[in-house]
């Protein structure tokens, strides 16, 4: 009896059910995979945003960089961990305007010393050319959220020289300052995220001497891999901004400008590329103008620049090389 059941043969498996065998399209279809969790979004805890005249920051880098002409040389000297003095050589041309669609270039050199106070909460930066100009900067954290900041360049001509005063605020989700110049300059900004990602903003300025006034509106989206930003203005002047980021160093950047008054119109498309010993940048716009932008570092506080622009309408050509020593 017990030998009999030793050599019994194994019950049958149990027949497939329903939800283990596919039935109709669930024979074609891929399994089902479990729905992502949507975030909730903490709309009391938003980030704060960039400043208002800062929201094409990226863009501005990639398609706006310091093209020069001609041989510039700088050099900076740090005395302490917050003074520092820095001298500048440039020997180029200087665009002179006219009434023909010829560029006129007049050759022109100057030197520039500049002296640096940098603290946590003061800084203080002055230039003095020799063809007489003095600019001076003055950026002071009055309060964690409340910054004065000072621009200022005075000129041997009349009527030349300029001057302004800008009150920062910034909240835990949102920025605004209020602006002061010459000539009866008063303007304002706001800016305010929206969501994580989206911040909305808008300006006005009154310009006393000339009796304009104006109105704007800014808008920024932004994720890991892109910012879009929009501008438009009652000047007539509209600004579309768009940057890809391929990677950690490398990112493609594009503008739209419209103006209405003039009825002109400019698209541009650029790239930054950072290299391990270098960074390149350059665009390409749709009035022909191709331009290029190489540094290069040497050796520790010692940079080589390259600039080349081509304006292929204008037949204009412009090179410059120089070297930047010092921090």
């Not at 399209?25 to 891929?30: A, M, T, Y």
């Not at 602006?179 to 969501?195: E, P």
């Not at 989206?198 to 304009?212: A, I």
Request: aromatic share 10%; hydrophobic share 35%; glycine share 8%.
């Amino acid at each position: 009896m017990g030998l009999a059941m030793s050599y019994a043969a194994a019950p049958p498996p149990p027949p497939p059910t329903h939800s283990q065998t596919p039935v109709g399209l669930g024979v074609v279809l891929p399994p089902k995979t479990e729905e992502k969790v949507i975030k909730k979004v903490d709309f009391r805890n938003l980030p704060c945003p960039l400043p208002f005249e800062e929201i094409q920051r990226e863009a501005l880098m990639s398609l706006k960089p310091e093209l020069f002409e001609g041989l510039r040389f700088d050099f900076t000297k740090g005395l302490n961990q917050k003074f520092s003095l820095s001298h500048s050589v440039f020997m180029g041309s200087m665009e002179v305007p006219s009434q023909s669609t010829d560029t006129i270039k007049v050759p022109t050199a100057h030197y520039e010393f500049g002296a640096n106070f940098l603290d946590p909460k003061l800084m203080l930066v002055g230039r003095v050319l020799t063809d007489g100009r003095l600019n001076a900067r003055v950026k002071c954290d009055l309060t964690d959220n409340l910054t004065l900041k000072v621009n200022a360049q005075l000129t041997n001509e009349p009527h030349f020289s300029q001057g302004m005063f800008n009150f920062d605020y910034k909240g835990s989700d949102f920025r605004t300052q209020f602006q002061i110049g010459n000539n009866a300059f008063y303007g304002g900004n706001y800016i305010q995220s929206v969501t994580p990602n989206l911040s909305l903003g808008g300006e006005v300025f009154w310009l006393g001497h000339q009796r304009k006034s104006g109105i704007g509106f800014a808008a920024r989206y932004n994720t890991d891999k892109m910012v879009a930003t929009g501008q438009v203005a009652s000047t007539g002047v509209v600004a579309l901004s768009y940057v890809q980021k391929v990677s950690e160093k490398v990112s493609f950047a594009s503008d739209l400008m419209y103006n209405q008054m003039t009825r002109d119109v400019t698209a541009s498309f650029g790239y930054d590329y950072i290299l391990r010993q270098c960074r390149l940048r350059g665009k390409i716009d749709s009035n022909g103008v191709v331009s290029s932008f190489l540094e290069e570092r040497l050796n520790m506080g010692v940079n080589f620049i390259l600039s080349a622009e081509v304006d292929h309408r204008k037949k204009d050509y412009k090179f410059g090389f120089g070297m930047t020593v010092g921090e």
